[in-house]
């Protein structure tokens, strides 16, 4: 099992930049992938960013150029630096941890921070 919890969210204006952070209870060494996504509402979750355990990175379209995701392994704790933002990337964003146990992939979810973005 693995928890995670998110921080970070806000109300920013357009244009504007955040930094969400995602702290695992375990060392994220143990993890295959961490990851970013996000859920407007009456919209489906979609992935935002994506970081494995071998550092590859891939992210939306939507975001790149502007976002950018890293971990400090130290801290076990994953980020997603957001910057200008728009307002259309007003969501609820969460964090989320893979781990493949022979094929099966196990997913882990934090609770969610929202980003609510001002025109």
């Known amino acids: 099992q693995v928890q995670l919890v998110e921080s970070g969210g806000g109300l920013v204006q357009a244009g504007g930049s955040l930094r969400l952070s995602c702290a695992a209870s375990?060392?994220?060494?143990?993890?295959?992938?961490m990851g970013w996504y996000r859920q407007a509402p009456g919209k489906q979750r979609e992935l935002v960013a994506r970081?494995?355990?071998?550092?590859?990175?891939n992210y939306a379209d939507s975001v790149k150029g502007r976002f950018t995701i890293s971990r400090d392994n130290a801290k076990n704790t994953v980020y997603l630096q957001m910057n200008s933002l728009k307002p259309e990337d007003t969501a609820a964003y969460y964090c989320?941890?893979?781990?493949?146990?022979?094929?099966?992939?196990?997913?882990?979810w934090g609770r969610g921070t929202q980003v609510t973005v001002s025109s």
């Open positions: 989320n941890a893979q781990r493949f146990v022979g094929p099966l992939r196990n997913d882990y």
């Open positions: 375990r060392s994220i060494f143990s993890l295959d992938a």
């Open positions: 970081l494995t355990s071998g550092g590859g990175t």
